[in-house]
């Protein structure tokens, strides 16, 4: 790789609270030595509307729960190198799999946010994407190359992440992590 060519770089936020992103943002002035490396190309921070093709990171924050989340994980792994699940939602399900006990769970998150008990003919809207029966973290759907638990993390977690990914190096997350 040329060496003055900046890497390309992506953050998702699928069911997530955004607490991660806020936890990105925290790295404070080791933002602009990041921004010298990298090029963010798809983020929430930014208002790009389509995955791009080879992005070499991407951090994702939230866990998958809904089909339309499903299918842009997918597409996310097809189009990036290094893919890291960012916070707890995107590593366990964490918040978002709390819906998961119970019963016909996609249909009882629905009916709860939806449905007007005083109106029996009040309607769930259409483009509200059809929910998986469970919310589930990344790697039950695609594979996980990277893990960054915390919720959130910490600034300083994702930045020895990106730092570690950036100069091409393995992280390692013992006596760096921990959950919750």
């Not at 998958?64 to 996310?76: G, I, M, P, R, W």
């Not at 799999?97 to 998150?109: I, K, M, T």
């Not at 594979?143 to 393995?170: F, Q, W």
Request: with cysteine; hydrophobic share 40%.
């Amino acid at each position: 790789m040329n060496p003055n060519q900046k890497i390309r770089v992506a953050t998702v936020w699928l069911s997530g609270c955004s607490g991660c992103h806020m936890s990105f943002l925290d790295q404070d002035e080791r933002l602009i030595d990041l921004a010298k490396k990298i090029s963010l190309v798809y983020s929430p921070f930014a208002d790009i509307k389509e995955f791009p093709k080879d992005v070499t990171i991407t951090l994702i924050e939230g866990a998958v729960a809904n089909e339309e989340q499903k299918e842009l994980l997918k597409t996310v792994r097809s189009r990036t190198t290094v893919l890291v699940s960012l916070g707890d939602c995107a590593v366990t399900g964490n918040v978002a799999a709390l819906r998961n006990g119970l019963p016909h769970s996609d249909q009882a998150v629905l009916e709860r946010a939806y449905k007007d008990p005083a109106n029996l003919q009040s309607q769930i809207p259409a483009q509200v994407p059809k929910l998986l029966t469970h919310a589930r973290p990344l790697h039950e759907i695609v594979k996980v190359d990277h893990y960054i638990p915390g919720c959130p993390p910490s600034a300083d977690l994702i930045n020895y992440m990106l730092t570690e990914l950036l100069a091409g190096r393995t992280p390692t997350m013992e006596g760096h992590s921990k959950y919750g």
